[in-house]
């Protein structure tokens, strides 16, 4: 069972995509579709962050949305569950169909799913998806184990692409100011180098390195990669963060609150146990940031 809709979407209820659309902002190179994941079952009554966040991306990036929405993580053992899991379709349907009538002058064309799976199935056509989308957005989620979680970190370390995880009551796209956290590894330099069309239109970009955490190499070091970002037309600064209480991921949250609109990191990952897991840095900012965390792997 599968709620398909094709429409021209803008989400005015919960971001000013027409203030936006008028704004001025440059328009985002190189970024023509994007991936909004949705899991209805555990939200709130209120639209979640990374959908009205997703969509006021897509606004400014001229870019094609596709919102994906598990409506149910339920296997159909009963005539009773088949009935109930339809509902539940049916339910997320409105609600997309909804979402499609809260449309603005300024459109964005879009295609809305809201599929009956298992969270195992969704996850792996989730991915899927992802690879073939150049931008992916979810919903931050605290809780290491839920399954919102899995669904992060899947995408993270199994699609190949860039993700963008929103924190709460973050519902406007804005890359004004960005910070870069840079330490000279291989998945901070690919998280830069898929950043490149929003750094291209920021107005300040910082690339913080965490002083006492690890001595960077000469080769690459922060000025190396501002040298680099200049070279795509990006005029950044150093800024270098003095380690707060041996917390790496509470130094960049400080810095980044009421200083950045978004933190451009990483997403480090290692093998424990046969199983890929992120590193402590990544869970503990997925846990809590300020802002939206722009992830690469």
């Known amino acids: ?19 936006l659309a008028t704004s001025g902002f ?13 899991r209805s079952e555990s939200e709130p009554t209120e639209e979640p962050a990374a959908t009205a966040y997703g969509m006021s991306l897509a ?12 409506s149910a993580s339920l296997r159909l ?25 809260a449309a603005a002058e300024a459109g964005i064309e879009c295609t809305a799913h809201a599929p ?4 195992d199935e969704f996850l792996g056509s989730f991915v899927v998806q992802a690879r073939l989308h150049d931008l992916t957005i979810l919903n931050a989620e605290p ?22 995880v929103v924190p709460p009551g973050c519902t406007e796209f804005a890359n004004r100011n960005i910070l870069v956290a840079w330490d000279g590894s291989a998945t901070a330099a690919r998280a ?43 005029w950044a600064v150093e800024r270098h963060l003095a380690l707060r209480n041996g917390d790496v991921a509470q130094t960049l949250r400080e810095a980044a ?22 590193g402590g840095v990544t869970q503990s900012l997925l846990g809590n940031s300020p802002v939206p965390l722009f992830m690469s792997h």
């Open 59 to 70: 606004l400014k990036a001229g870019a094609h949305a596709t919102i994906e929405s598990v």
């Open 26 to 38: 440059a328009m985002l190179q190189n970024v023509k579709d994007v991936l909004i994941g949705r």
């Open 1 to 19: 069972m599968t709620g398909l809709i094709h429409v021209k979407l803008s989400h005015a209820d919960t971001c000013n995509l027409a203030t």
């Open 192 to 234: 830069v180098n898929d950043a490149l069309p929003l750094l291209r239109t920021a107005a300040t970009v910082h690339v913080a390195s965490v002083t006492g955490e690890k001595v960077l190499p000469a080769l690459a070091g922060q000025a190396a990669l501002i040298s680099h970002l200049g070279c795509h037309g990006i």
């Open 116 to 119: 009956h799976r298992d969270f």
């Open 77 to 101: 053992h009963s005539t009773w569950t088949t009935d109930h899991a339809a509902g539940l379709v049916a339910t997320e349907s409105r609600s997309l169909q909804a979402l499609a009538k």
């Open 257 to 278: 609150r009421d200083q950045a609109d978004m933190i451009i990191m990483g997403g480090f990952a290692h093998r424990r146990v046969r199983e890929l897991v992120l």
């Open 143 to 164: 809780r290491a184990l839920a399954n919102d979680r899995r669904l992060i970190e899947g995408s993270l370390t199994q699609s190949g692409r860039p993700l963008i």
